[in-house]
């Protein structure tokens, strides 16, 4: 029966396509049939998660040294577990009788050992059985990680559609070899990571549909506005046309932009803007070159570190930055330092924290972990001797933590010099203004720094209150709230004043219903995902800055949200 669920456009244009339903809560896996020939690597698959959680479990009972002795008793029960025939080697057994797929046999198996456990009459050894799921949960977490198991690619020549109750930034990373027509996910909010990650690869999404994991099935046709937010399950062959056309109609749109690659940005009354491109992985600069970017304004370089069980060494980081730098060949590269912590979580490194967004995240992480940020700050000086970059620095809210990252900078290139290692001894830093604290001080900024850019994201969940991953509020993240602008049109004309090159690299940016407002603002240097590039150019395009320019100051006078949201719209 077909029915239509409405939730948060995220990620603009249309996807008719299979579902396939990924989960990460454990009872709920996915169960599906293997190929014979692919039999073995599916026992492989497992072997190796299961040998993956053992490393991690030893490892934290050889740190677990002081903790309580349980602590190590439970850690060393569930490495246990690991090795008991009765839970891996009957989950083989599964695989290879019944060609299922790894996690799903786990979960069998998981399932047949609590029912035992359930049946003891000794409280103690019966409540176990949450040890079991416990480290069971680890191994299908690690398996889940890994999306190798989507379905291939079906004969009606659609494409998958992931469903998910949420998807991390890693989880969305690892579609990106896959060929997904989209994505639709219970939870989120428009500029979460994996909102950000959809846009980046241009699939639709539409977030925030509450229940859809439970009422769709697995395989079901669905269609995906991603332009209205919604999402039509099991449509029928009228609603199916219709959608057909419009996807061709989207898609004849996008091939009309590509026309305006080799056009230089620029407002009617001839003002020159730069649109660069934000990535977060190296082989993305491919995709801003291709549009021809001017520069990549934002390279987000904690996904570097993510997905993986140690951190990326010196040389390891100075060759992805190389990379970068070397494709962009002699256009701009800004670099952002690590922004770990919220929602972009290490392995490792980030500790739990009750309010991860107020918490040690971004610059204040990397100043208590300066060996870590040092590499960091080593790896990229090396590779500015090979191109253009600039060094970004998020989060910041007061002067003490600039005057710590210049210190450490310094710290960094002294040790370079040590090693008679060449770097561009000027190469311009900048920092992100995301923290209301730093736009409401920008003389300390404008001061020590040589460009500012606004992560409005992050300006916008800070400003209101608003957790920017959060479902429950996303309705009220707005980025037309009067105070958010004011707060971008101060630092904007602050840059200016000061000679200071200032951009915006958050969501904001990217979004051509915004263009004309932060051109109005003064607005010169945009930063997006390469996807967005040519839309906004098109916007700027019909731009006239002298005649927005007025306007926009009268629009910044006003109070009310809802009146600001109209007076844009007028623009
Ligand atoms: C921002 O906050 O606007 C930003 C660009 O950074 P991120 O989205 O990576 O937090
Ligand atoms: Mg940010």
Same mark, same amino acid.
């Given at each position: 029966?077909?029915?239509?669920?409405?939730?948060?456009?995220?990620?603009?244009?249309?996807?008719?396509?299979?579902?396939?339903?990924?989960s990460h809560a454990l009872l709920e896996v996915a169960h599906f049939t293997v190929a014979p020939k692919h039999v073995e690597?599916?026992?492989?698959?497992?072997?190796?998660?299961?040998?993956?959680?053992? &490393?991690?479990?030893?490892?934290?009972? %050889?740190? $677990?040294? @002081?903790? *309580?002795?349980? #602590?190590?008793?439970?850690?060393?029960? +569930?490495?246990?577990?690991?090795?008991?025939?009765?839970?891996?080697?009957?989950?083989?057994?599964?695989?290879?009788?019944?060609?299922?797929?790894?996690?799903?046999?786990?979960?069998?198996?998981?399932?047949?050992?609590?029912?035992?456990?359930?049946?003891?009459?000794?409280?103690?050894?019966?409540?176990?059985?949450?040890?079991?799921?416990?480290?069971?949960?680890?191994?299908?977490?690690?398996?889940?990680?890994?999306?190798?198991?989507?379905?291939?690619?079906?004969?009606?020549?659609?494409?998958?559609?992931?469903?998910?109750?949420?998807?991390?930034?890693?989880?969305?990373?690892?579609?990106?070899?896959?060929?997904?027509?989209?994505?639709?996910?219970?939870?989120?909010?428009? &500029?979460?990571?994996?909102?950000?990650? %959809?846009? $980046?690869? @241009?699939? *639709?999404?539409? #977030?925030?549909?509450?229940?859809?994991? +439970?009422?769709?099935?697995?395989?079901?046709?669905?269609?995906?506005?991603?332009?209205?937010?919604?999402?039509?399950?099991?449509?029928?062959?009228?609603?199916?046309?219709?959608?057909?056309?419009?996807?061709?109609?989207?898609?004849?749109?996008?091939?009309?932009?590509?026309?305006?690659?080799?056009?230089?940005?620029?407002?009617?009354?001839?003002?020159?803007?730069?649109?660069?491109?934000?990535?977060?992985?190296?082989?993305?600069?491919?995709?801003?070159?291709?549009?021809?970017?001017?520069?990549?304004?934002?390279?987000?370089?904690?996904?570097?570190?993510?997905?993986?069980?140690?951190?990326?060494?010196?040389?390891?980081?100075?060759?992805?930055?190389?990379?970068?730098?070397? &494709?962009?060949?002699?256009?701009?590269?800004?670099?952002?330092?690590?922004?770990?912590?919220?929602?972009?979580?290490?392995?490792?490194?980030?500790?739990?924290?009750?309010?991860?967004?107020?918490?040690?995240?971004?610059?204040?992480?990397?100043?208590?972990?300066?060996?870590?940020?040092?590499?960091?700050?080593?790896?990229?000086?090396?590779?500015?001797?090979?191109?253009?970059?600039?060094?970004?620095?998020?989060?910041?809210?007061?002067?003490?933590e600039i005057d710590q990252t210049l210190v450490l900078l310094e710290k960094a290139k002294a040790q370079l010099r040590e090693?008679?290692?060449?770097?561009?001894?000027?190469?311009?830093?900048?920092?992100?203004?995301?923290?209301?604290?730093?736009?409401?001080?920008?003389?300390?900024?404008?001061?020590?720094?040589?460009?500012?850019?606004?992560?409005?994201?992050?300006?916008?969940?800070? &400003?209101?209150?608003?957790?920017?991953?959060?479902?429950?509020?996303?309705?009220?993240?707005?980025?037309?709230?009067?105070?958010?602008?004011?707060?971008?049109?101060?630092?904007?004309?602050?840059?200016?004043?000061?000679?200071?090159?200032?951009?915006?690299?958050?969501?904001?940016?990217?979004?051509?219903?915004?263009?004309?407002?932060?051109?109005?603002?003064?607005?010169?240097?945009?930063?997006?995902?390469?996807?967005?590039?040519?839309?906004?150019?098109?916007?700027?395009?019909?731009?006239?800055?002298?005649?927005?320019?007025?306007?926009?100051?009268?629009?910044?006078?006003?109070?009310?949200?809802?009146?600001?949201?109209?007076?844009?719209?007028?623009?």
């Amino acid at each position: 029966m077909s029915f239509t669920v409405h939730g948060l456009a995220v990620s603009q244009g249309i996807a008719i396509g299979h579902a396939h339903l990924v989960s990460h809560a454990l009872l709920e896996v996915a169960h599906f049939t293997v190929a014979p020939k692919h039999v073995e690597a599916e026992v492989t698959r497992l072997r190796s998660a299961v040998a993956k959680v053992k &490393t991690e479990l030893a490892g934290l009972k %050889a740190a $677990s040294g @002081s903790a *309580p002795s349980e #602590v190590d008793a439970f850690l060393g029960m +569930h490495i246990m577990f690991l090795e008991d025939p009765m839970l891996v080697d009957a989950a083989e057994a599964l695989i290879l009788t019944r060609r299922a797929n790894a996690e799903w046999a786990l979960v069998q198996q998981m399932e047949l050992l609590v029912e035992q456990f359930e049946a003891i009459e000794d409280a103690y050894l019966r409540e176990r059985k949450a040890d079991v799921v416990q480290v069971v949960e680890r191994v299908v977490k690690v398996l889940l990680g890994h999306p190798g198991h989507l379905p291939p690619k079906r004969k009606d020549g659609l494409g998958t559609i992931v469903v998910a109750h949420d998807l991390s930034p890693t989880d969305t990373i690892g579609f990106k070899d896959h060929a997904v027509a989209g994505f639709i996910t219970d939870v989120g909010g428009p &500029t979460g990571h994996t909102a950000i990650v %959809a846009r $980046s690869l @241009s699939i *639709p999404a539409v #977030v925030a549909l509450r229940h859809i994991r +439970h009422v769709v099935k697995d395989d079901e046709l669905i269609i995906i506005d991603g332009i209205r937010g919604v999402v039509i399950v099991d449509p029928d062959e009228r609603v199916l046309e219709e959608y057909r056309l419009r996807k061709a109609a989207v898609e004849l749109e996008r091939s009309k932009l590509k026309r305006l690659k080799s056009t230089r940005a620029a407002t009617l009354d001839g003002e020159e803007v730069q649109i660069l491109a934000n990535i977060e992985l190296p082989p993305d600069a491919i995709q801003a070159k291709g549009v021809e970017a001017d520069g990549v304004g934002l390279f987000r370089t904690e996904f570097l570190f993510m997905s993986r069980d140690s951190w990326p060494d010196e040389d390891e980081q100075f060759e992805a930055y190389k990379s970068v730098v070397k &494709t962009m060949a002699g256009k701009p590269v800004t670099v952002r330092t690590l922004d770990v912590g919220a929602d972009k979580e290490l392995e490792g490194a980030t500790r739990a924290e009750d309010n991860p967004a107020l918490g040690l995240r971004a610059i204040r992480y990397c100043l208590a972990e300066p060996k870590m940020f040092l590499t960091q700050l080593r790896a990229l000086l090396r590779a500015s001797h090979f191109g253009r970059m600039k060094i970004l620095i998020p989060m910041l809210a007061s002067s003490n933590e600039i005057d710590q990252t210049l210190v450490l900078l310094e710290k960094a290139k002294a040790q370079l010099r040590e090693r008679k290692i060449k770097f561009d001894e000027s190469v311009p830093v900048g920092g992100m203004i995301e923290v209301p604290a730093a736009a409401l001080c920008l003389g300390a900024f404008t001061k020590r720094l040589q460009f500012l850019s606004i992560g409005t994201n992050d300006l916008i969940q800070y &400003t209101l209150a608003i957790d920017r991953g959060n479902e429950a509020v996303a309705h009220l993240y707005n980025p037309l709230h009067p105070a958010v602008l004011r707060l971008i049109h101060q630092t904007i004309q602050a840059g200016a004043k000061a000679g200071v090159d200032v951009s915006v690299c958050g969501e904001m940016a990217g979004d051509p219903d915004c263009a004309r407002l932060l051109i109005g603002m003064g607005l010169r240097q945009f930063s997006m995902h390469p996807a967005q590039i040519l839309e906004v150019k098109q916007a700027i395009l019909r731009a006239d800055a002298a005649d927005l320019t007025p306007k926009v100051q009268r629009l910044l006078k006003l109070d009310d949200p809802d009146r600001v949201r109209e007076a844009v719209e007028k623009l």
